[in-house]
């Protein structure tokens, strides 16, 4: 994973391109989703986060929730909870059935200790402030109240930061072209549970590692392309640097039957100090 400038971390948390453009509707959430299709081993996700939550009654908030893949799954598994879904971007919620509401996670729209449980799923590397918000979701889970967080390590995907480089590069007559945008540094595996240990205590980190391995470079395309709302922090034009590293891919899979991809997600869970 690279590391952001300052700008670039501006721009990851930037409420007006995440709501306007980033996240407006599903589909580049949905295409950075889709690349997992490919990965062995397949985590199920949503099943994970459901038995997290087997002890959990009351109410839930999914913070964050984009295009319910979590919110979905809780609600057809859980019917007992009271589950409900935010997002900053009222667009990508449009297709979700209510309970779902317009929030910003810094300022939810909960009283102090009402929530059993919070998810923040991909999501809390995109606020604001990572610290207050934390704070905030603290003040509305009630005493010893579980907040389930998943993001990537630091080392995700690394071959998809060298081939968008050396794409980069290349367009730019450079031996070496401007990093790509990183969304999950500033809350990755490897920083969250010291951000958690502010608000949280019994921080456990369940990683989730595989590896993507792609016939075809259309994923690849795919992915790159979901980072069009960063696009003018690429430092090279965006659309030919994607087409020139789909054609480099292209040739990796020629040469070697595959073009491979290391990943490593993964959940957290803490709980609130009694």
């Known amino acids: ?6 700008r670039q971390d501006a721009a990851v948390a930037d409420k007006a391109i995440l709501a306007g453009h980033a ?3 599903e589909r580049h959430l949905a295409a950075r989703q889709s690349i997992y299709r490919w990965q062995h081993p397949r985590y199920d996700l949503p099943g994970i ?3 997290e939550l087997a002890a959990v009654t009351g109410a839930v908030a999914d913070i964050g929730c984009g295009n319910g893949k979590f919110l979905t799954h809780l609600r057809a598994r859980r019917p007992d909870l009271n589950i409900v879904g935010l997002d900053l971007s ?3 919620l449009t297709h979700l059935p209510p309970p779902v509401l317009v929030a910003d996670a810094q300022t939810l729209p909960f009283a102090d200790h009402s929530i059993d449980a919070v998810l923040a799923m ?3 590397y995109h606020v604001t402030d990572v610290p207050s918000t934390i704070t905030e979701i603290a003040r509305v889970l009630r005493p010893g109240g579980l907040l389930i967080a998943s993001t990537n390590s630091d080392t995700d995907k690394h071959e998809l930061d060298r081939l968008w480089s050396t794409a980069a590069g290349h367009i730019l007559g450079l031996p070496e072209g401007p990093a790509r945008v990183s969304l999950s540094s500033r809350f990755s595996l ?3 549970p010291a951000y958690l240990a502010e608000a949280f205590t019994d921080i456990h980190t369940r990683h989730l590692p595989g590896t993507i391995t792609l016939t075809d470079p259309a994923p690849i395309t795919a992915h790159l392309a979901s980072y069009e709302a960063w696009a003018h922090l690429s430092g090279v034009p965006f659309h030919p640097t994607i087409r020139h590293a789909t054609d480099l891919a292209a040739a990796v899979i020629e040469t070697e039957g595959a073009f ?3 990943c490593h997600g993964g959940i957290l869970t803490c709980r609130t100090r009694t």
Do not use: C, P, Q, R
Request: charged fraction near 15%; hydrophobic fraction near 40%.
């Open 23 to 25: 996240y407006a509707d």
């Open 122 to 124: 991909h999501m809390l």
């Open 1 to 6: 994973m690279t590391s952001n400038t300052t």
């Open 90 to 92: 009222a667009g990508i």
């Open 190 to 192: 490897e920083k969250a």
């Open 260 to 262: 491979t991809i290391t």
């Open 49 to 51: 986060v459901t038995e």
